[in-house]
């Protein structure tokens, strides 16, 4: 979690900052720049972990929250499991930031669409 400057401003819950989009948290955070999120996500990609309690399987939908992850303590990935594309499918992932360099997104989109000839079918 971002530290709250010496005046008690968090840009992240007021959102004066662009790079923190969390909107309506009660106290102060950083959102999760992942590129690799946002893809798996299309894909319908799940996420295999194991901890004390066992080995769970999320679907990413459910994965990532407004504060991070679902992750319990002593909880790691083990896997991502992708599946198969059918036939006729196209993904596309696009990003928007700042500067072309190393930088965060500020908005990023992924897409998957599966044809039936010239008609998305999925």
């Known amino acids: 979690m971002?530290?709250?400057r010496h005046d008690g401003v968090c840009y992240a819950v007021?959102?004066?900052n662009e790079n923190h989009a969390i909107l309506g948290g009660g106290e102060c955070f950083a959102t999760?720049?992942?590129d690799m999120a946002t893809a798996l996500l299309a894909l319908d990609a799940?996420?295999?972990t194991v901890g004390p309690k066992g080995k769970k399987n999320h679907s990413m939908g459910e994965f990532y929250t407004n504060l991070g992850t679902v992750?319990?303590?002593n909880e790691i990935i083990t896997g991502i499991h992708i599946p198969e594309?059918?036939?006729h499918t196209r993904q596309r992932y696009l990003k928007f930031?700042?500067?072309k360099a190393i930088d965060f997104p500020i908005v990023s989109v992924?897409?998957?669409v599966t044809f039936d000839g010239t008609v998305v079918s999925q």
């Open 32 to 34: 999760c720049p992942s």
């Open 2 to 4: 971002p530290e709250k």
């Open 97 to 99: 930031r700042t500067r």
């Open 46 to 48: 799940g996420i295999r």
């Open 85 to 87: 594309a059918q036939r």
């Open 110 to 112: 992924a897409v998957t």
């Open 71 to 73: 992750l319990e303590p």
């Open 14 to 16: 007021n959102g004066e």
